[in-house]
């Protein structure tokens, strides 16, 4: 490299040096908002404590992105996080949360799990609709990891049947899944038992099952056979 080229690479250097250091003080890119989204189970509040989060003045490019990641991912009800820095002054956090979608009692208390039959909380009460799970059989749990069955079929088969229950929308009127008879599982949806029978064709049943609740009352109480997709579904009204 000549000395030209040299100068000339010293002043381009020097002036990079210049504008950073001019930035990392400039009220210009001080952070005046930070803003969350994509959670609904965690407040914004809860998100703030969680990460440790309060660069509101702080210059964005000092924001520790990472450690706030760390932190926030950490919590079980946190799958994801992806922290952006939106020149010049905000910051967006997007969260992706493990959904709460079933309970399991256990000892006086529920099991808050999700929808891989990961252990995600433990409260005295349940706080919103989902179903309760009946039929697992575990000696304890890992807060954070799916729950460890010695029936582990019966954890399958609440996976499979919750995610079919989830992808129609039923979550919030199913109110327990019984899964302690593999051959025979039980819904209880709104006031209706439905016998389900075992796991086979469980998309069929859902949908079924889904096909049947729009045509019936929420407030009727009964039976309903959907465990045989070779016949049409029966249903008898609890008198």
Partial sequence: MNIKK????????SAFLVL???????????????????????????????GEINGVGENIFMFNSGSVKSKL???????????????PSTIVINIEERRVRGYVPYMGSYL???IDGRVIDVKDDMTIQHPVVLGLKFE???LGEVLTVTNGYSLS?????????????LSD????????????IHLFVNKIDVN??????????????????????PEEAGTLDISDINNNPSFKLLT
């Fill in 112 to 114: 808050y799990i999700d």
């Fill in 196 to 217: 389900f029978g075992n796991i086979d064709d469980a998309y069929t049943k859902i949908a079924t099952l889904n096909e049947v609740l729009k045509q019936l009352d």
């Fill in 173 to 184: 009127i199913t109110v327990k899944l019984d899964v302690s008879d593999p051959e025979d």
């Fill in 157 to 169: 088969y609440v996976v499979q049947i919750s995610k079919l229950i989830d992808a129609y929308d």
């Fill in 6 to 13: 040299k100068f000339v690479f010293i002043i381009l250097i």
């Fill in 140 to 142: 304890g749990f890992t």
């Fill in 20 to 50: 950073a250091a001019a930035a990392l003080v400039s009220p210009v890119f001080e952070i005046q908002e930070i803003q969350v989204v994509g959670n609904s189970q965690l407040s914004n509040d809860e998100i703030f404590e969680i």
């Fill in 73 to 87: 991912k950490a919590n079980n009800y946190i799958k994801s996080v992806r922290a952006t820095k939106k020149l």
